[in-house]
């Protein structure tokens, strides 16, 4: 079974040396990296040509160069890979040594191969010096590791692109029918892919130092629950947004998959869609009824303000 590590990189030159070294001693070495730049100017791509050069696992895919953003840079990595497990990698992040030794126990573990499967992790955080912030990015964010299905994860996405783990049949199935120009952020279509089609197991452990630097393109909130719901409160129109965002996500999600789509799942997403239209009580009604409900105290308030 192949293993690929697809490595999406723009402007990285800071932190990318410490994650390429990650990588390299990773305790499960039989693995290949894919990495691709998006267009850097910084010396980006210098430093990974001469990575590859002293390891051999190391290899450019095809579209160097081109600036295609985060979805699109990782989905061209996506088609291009041949691995039997993938796994995404951001350019800033340290990998723990077992990251990939234990994904891959974990999606072993599953009987069926042709299930589509997605694994992801816990994460600590550390700032841009390497230091820490938090053990836990799970739960400074307050989400529930338990939410893997559906309904749960149509309102809000709690797996990270970096810290996944996609077997062949999932990542097929978000190839076949992913359209970047379409998608908020590739990690959630993928999540919402596994949880209609597959299945998707979490690994209570922190598996990669995920960095926070203030130029991340999405990240952590470090601020407590209590201060993030003074927020939303001052900020109505935002968490209005929010919202609607997973309205038009799921729309998104819908018509890319339309008749393929299982009918339980076809079902869990008409049944969101139609909240809607509903009146506010008739939809807040629905809403906990369906289980659509976001998985934080603070993201849960908003949605019952502002939804």
């Known amino acids: 079974m192949r293993t690929s590590v697809l490595l999406a990189a723009y402007q990285g030159g800071k932190y990318l040396p410490a994650q390429l070294a990650s990588l390299s001693a990773q305790r499960d070495a039989d693995f290949e990296v894919l990495y691709q730049d998006d267009g850097s100017a910084d010396g980006t791509p210098e430093i990974l040509r001469a990575w590859a050069e002293k390891d051999a696992r190391f290899h450019p895919a095809a579209r160097q160069g081109e600036h295609l953003g985060p979805a699109g840079n990782f989905f061209s990595l996506l088609c291009q890979a041949q691995g039997d497990y993938l796994l995404l990698c951001d350019q800033d992040d340290v990998w723990e040594p077992e990251k990939i030794s234990v994904l891959l126990q974990a999606a072993r573990s599953v009987p069926d191969p042709s299930l589509p499967l997605l694994v992801h992790s816990d994460a600590s955080l550390i700032d841009g010096s390497g230091n820490p912030l938090a053990p836990s990015f799970f739960r400074l964010q307050g989400w529930d590791p338990q939410a893997v299905h559906l309904n749960q994860l149509l309102v809000q996405n709690n797996a990270t692109g970096c810290l996944m783990l996609l077997n062949r049949p999932l990542a097929s199935l978000v190839t076949r029918h992913g359209d970047p120009s379409r998608m908020f952020m590739h990690d959630w279509f993928i999540a919402l892919t596994a949880a209609a089609f597959g299945q998707i197991l979490f690994v209570d452990q922190p598996l990669v130092r995920y960095r926070q630097h203030g130029e991340n393109v999405l990240g952590a909130s470090r601020d407590s629950l209590v201060r993030r719901a003074a927020k939303a409160l001052q900020d109505s129109e935002k968490a209005r947004a929010r919202i609607a965002l997973t309205y038009t996500h799921t729309q998104a999600f819908q018509d890319a998959f339309g008749e ?34 976001m998985q934080s105290p603070v993201t849960r308030l908003g949605q019952y303000l502002f939804g």
């Open 260 to 293: 393929s789509l299982p009918p339980e799942a076809a079902g869990t997403l008409r049944q969101y869609l139609e909240t809607r239209s509903l009146p506010k009580l008739r939809r807040l009604q629905a809403l906990r009824t369906g289980g659509f409900l």
